[in-house]
Structure formats: structure tokens, C-alpha cells
């Protein structure tokens, strides 16, 4: 296998220094069921209880308030459902067309049972339009739904304001907060937030977990739990908790704390740099404005090649290039892009619209062979098609 050049960090981040250790600790060390009383019992529960310190840590939350769950996808799906299933008939929902596929389709579900879902478009920058969702509060819904960082093209929604809108409207707000964790400073103690998804995997922890945060103060909504059967984590989500993914989720979040939000800048600088390094060929459209995404975010669509050649030109060739169209699971369906169409790309633009994403591991002589690489396959795929 070539040399690859890892740039789906949105898809999923290497796991962070030392969280591997931490999670081998726990998983040998401390075998007991957290809810059992005994000592093996007391220590796997004390591991979970330091997580969720860690985690909340991150957010401004108290740790009670943090509810595990299999990752951000159950967690939006735990707030949706949940909030639908608590409000009954004639629960009304607010999103946006530009969500990930774990609450546009919980949604689209959720509306064939009844749920009424106001969605709001986005403009040709990604961003609403924040006299349209105020006309969606005025109509009284029960939640709004927003993701605070696009997952595909780095667009970030302005979520204090967001939140403070819902709240003189008497709204509560979901946020899925799967991309903007550790890379955004978020502060639900000071911003009225009622229900965030979180994810492990997109931070350097582990996959298979992540946390819904469940305010306790007002403003606050009362959510059903979606899997019953124990009672366990106040009756929100029932399961035996997996002891080891909780504190490597502690430990990728502690490493978020500390180095998250000040990697930033050099996330832009590489990301401004691999633009550079990819603009002189021409025909690239970019997605989304840089002032306007976080920082480890390229979303470019290419015009005069085909879409799946140039992805698999890319991932196969030589040094292989680590990126996605979009979405993991999007890809997994086979769909183009809904995010770009929504910005106005065409289909065949959003077909071969390419998302960088840098991480830890990334620097200068990566980005530049990147952008080598781009414009080599590009430029083979332009000839390919002017010849055919």
C-alpha cells in the first residue's frame, strides 16, 4: 500500500495521545458493571463519573447532565424522538436543509408519523437567514434543530444567537455539536441550549461513543428515553455502560481542553495554504466562506470531471489522499451531496465536490504534497474527458 495522506478528520480523528493507554487501563483494571456495589463495581463507576467531568468540562455543563450514548447519531435521534414521543400529537420541529443525515432522515421519519417540520433553506454562503427562523419560532414549534459546525463544508451557524432568538420565543434548541466540539468554544452555562449531541470519534476518542447533554436549568424539555429496559442514566438511556469508550471519551476531551481551540489558527493557515496550492488550476469552486467555517475545513466542487473518478482517482492513487464528497454515511447511500445542492451547486458540481479536513498529524509537506496531488489528477481526469 502507498503512503497515505490522512485529510477526513471529520470523518473520524486518530485517537489522541495516550486515550488507547487510558482505555486498555480501564478495560483490564476495572472489570466490573459501574452500577454494581462492590469495589470492581465502585472503581469502573468512579472512571465513568471522572469522563463525565472531562466532557461536560468542555461544554460548560454540570456532569449530571451528560447522557452516554452510542455516539451523536443516537444522540440527535434520543433528542428528536425524544422530544416528539415527550410533546405527542402535534409536536413541531425547526431545522435546516444543510443537516446531517442523523436529523434530516430522523426528521424526515419523524414527519411521516405525524410531526409537523418546518425546514429553513440556506443562502449560496451556507448561512440562514435569521428573519426566516424567526418567523418559524413565531409559529410556536417545540424545538429547534440546528448543527453548529456543517458537517461537510465547515459553515458555522452562530449558535449563541440562535439560542438567545429561541429563547425570547419560549423555543428550546438542539444543537449538534458532533463537528464544533473542541474546535469552537461552547458554553451551554451561559448560552440557553437545552439538549447538544456530542461524538467521541471526531475528537481522538473512540468510536461507538458519545453523549447527548440534557440541561437541568431552564430553558429545559422533557425528552422520552428511546431504549428502556434497566433505567440506567436517570431513566434517558438504558444499558450497561461501556466503561472503557466512556474514559477514552474523557481522555480525548482533556486533550480537546488543552490544545482544541488553540490548534485552531494553524488549522487556517494549512487550510488557506492546501487553497493556494489547489486555485491555480481553475474550474474549483469553493463552498462556504473562510471567515464564515472553522478552521480544518475545505469544501471544494470541481467542475469538467467526473465525480466518482475523481474521488477514487484521489484515494487510490499514489500518495493516496485521505478525503471524502462529503458525509461518511451520504457516500455509504451513494448520494451526491445535499449540503452543496442546497448552497446552489449543480448535481454534477455536487457529485464531484471534495471536503478536506485536517487534524493533528497534518503540516506543511503533507499540504503541499496534497495539493500536488489534486491538481495531478485533476488535470488527468480533464484530459481523460477533453479526449473522450
Request: hydrophobic share 45%; with cysteine; proline share 5%.
Amino acid at each position: 500500500m502507498s503512503a497515505s495522506i490522512y485529510l477526513d478528520h471529520a470523518a473520524t480523528a486518530p485517537l489522541a495521545p495516550g486515550v488507547a493507554e487510558v482505555m486498555h487501563d480501564v478495560l483490564v483494571g476495572a472489570p466490573g458493571n459501574p452500577l454494581s456495589q462492590h469495589a470492581e463495581g465502585r472503581a469502573a463507576c468512579a472512571h465513568i463519573d471522572a469522563a463525565a467531568e472531562k466532557v461536560a468540562g468542555l461544554i460548560g455543563a454540570e456532569p449530571r447532565e451528560i447522557v452516554w450514548t452510542s455516539g451523536a447519531t443516537e444522540s440527535s435521534n434520543l433528542a428528536l424522538r425524544g422530544v416528539a414521543e415527550f410533546i405527542g400529537a402535534g409536536a413541531r420541529i425547526v431545522s435546516v436543509v444543510t443537516e446531517h443525515p442523523a436529523t434530516r432522515d430522523t426528521l424526515s421519519a419523524l414527519a411521516k408519523q405525524g410531526v409537523t417540520v418546518d425546514w429553513l433553506e440556506v443562502d449560496a454562503h451556507g448561512a440562514i437567514d435569521h428573519d426566516a427562523l424567526a418567523a418559524a419560532v413565531a409559529q410556536g414549534p417545540d424545538l429547534v434543530s440546528i448543527m453548529q459546525v456543517n458537517n461537510e463544508t465547515g459553515v458555522i451557524h452562530d449558535v449563541p444567537a440562535i439560542a438567545e432568538q429561541c429563547a425570547a420565543a419560549g423555543v428550546a434548541l438542539h444543537v449538534d455539536a458532533a463537528q464544533s466540539l473542541g474546535r469552537l468554544p461552547i458554553d451551554v452555562s451561559a448560552t440557553p441550549i437545552a439538549l447538544m449531541s456530542l461524538s467521541a470519534h471526531k475528537i481522538g476518542g473512540p468510536k461507538g461513543i458519545g453523549a447527548l447533554y440534557v440541561r437541568r436549568r431552564a430553558p429545559k424539555i422533557g425528552v422520552a428515553a428511546q431504549i428502556i429496559g434497566g433505567g440506567q442514566q436517570r431513566g434517558l438511556r438504558a444499558g450497561t455502560l461501556p466503561t472503557h469508550q466512556i474514559a477514552g471519551f474523557g481522555a480525548a476531551a482533556a486533550q480537546a481542553a488543552r490544545h482544541g481551540i488553540a490548534s485552531q489558527p494553524e488549522w487556517a493557515r494549512l487550510r488557506e495554504r492546501l487553497w493556494q496550492g489547489m486555485a491555480p488550476l481553475g474550474g474549483l469552486l469553493r463552498n462556504g466562506r473562510p471567515e464564515t467555517a472553522a478552521a480544518p475545513f475545505l469544501s471544494v466542487s470541481v467542475t469538467g470531471v467526473h465525480g466518482a473518478a475523481l474521488i477514487t482517482g484521489l484515494n487510490e492513487g499514489e500518495p493516496a489522499l485521505a478525503v471524502s464528497t462529503g458525509a461518511a454515511c451520504s457516500a455509504a447511500k451513494g448520494e451526491s451531496s445535499h449540503v452543496v445542492r442546497a448552497m446552489g451547486r449543480s448535481p454534477r458540481e455536487a457529485a464531484a465536490t471534495i471536503r478536506f479536513s485536517l487534524g493533528p498529524g497534518v503540516d506543511e509537506v503533507a499540504i503541499d504534497a496534497a495539493a500536488q496531488r489534486f491538481r495531478d489528477e485533476v488535470r488527468r481526469l480533464r484530459t481523460l474527458a477533453e479526449a473522450a
